[in-house]
T-cell receptor, first 117, second 109 residues
């Protein structure tokens, strides 16, 4: 149980294009989903928290117009990196909570490696 | 100073050795989490604990709330245990996690 998937697992795009990353909870309805970014050899950095049907809450310093988050259902959240630039290249990981009453426990997706040329 | 400190930063062991990774935190928490991140990047939640001790297979996690300290132990370590182990805490009514910088474990055959 508590499986979270991400798609795609890796993506290469040209500078200026937009990239959408999907995060799905496969076997449970996620009350909350989280989006993280991780630079090489560094720990995860929380970008935003999203709840189904409401606007995402962004962490300080994260541009909400650049990183669009849509949480359309209890099993799907998407992160769109708009007008991507090389500095957006990173490893993006989502997590979801709400599995069978195990509050506060987050289950992580496998991550998406984004490379912007 | 980070709110969550882990030690050691890097750890190399021989197969079969007993491993201990430490985590200290400076804030009030509702739970402490131990996560494992493999070289491919995927993260697995190993434990979430708020008191005492938990055991799963060869992994044991303990927490001392008064001392604000937790340890992750691996018994009979194996090369497949090689990964980055991350300590994270949640609290203050929020699900947000505050992460340590991780401990990179390499177990040699």
């Amino acid at each position: 149980g508590a499986v979270v998937s991400q798609h795609p697992s890796w993506v290469i795009c040209k500078s200026g294009t937009s990239v959408k990353i999907e995060c799905r909870s496969l076997d449970f309805q996620a009350t909350t989903m989280f989006w993280y970014r991780q630079f090489p050899k560094q720990s995860l950095m929380l970008m935003a928290t999203s709840n189904e049907g409401s606007k995402a809450t962004y962490e300080q310093g994260v541009e909400k117009d650049k990183f669009l988050i849509n949480h359309a259902s209890l099993t799907l959240s998407t992160l769109t990196v708009t007008s991507a630039h090389p500095e957006d290249s990173s490893f993006y990981i989502c997590s979801a909570s709400g599995f069978r009453g195990r509050d506060n426990e987050q289950f992580f997706g496998p991550g998406t490696r984004l490379t912007v040329l | 100073k980070n709110e969550v400190e882990q030690s050691p930063q890097n750890l190399t062991a021989q197969e079969g050795e007993f491993i201990t990774i430490n985590c200290s935190y400076s804030v009030g928490i509702s739970a402490l989490h131990w996560l494992q991140q493999h070289p491919g990047g995927g993260i697995v939640s190993l434990f979430m604990l708020s008191s005492g001790k938990k055991k799963h297979g060869r992994l044991i996690a303990t927490i001392n709330i008064q001392e604000k300290h937790s340890s992750l132990h691996i018994t009979a370590s194996h090369p497949r245990d090689s990964a980055v182990y991350i300590c994270a805490v949640s609290g203050g009514g929020s699900e947000k996690l505050v992460f340590g910088k991780g401990t990179k474990l390499t177990v040699n055959p």
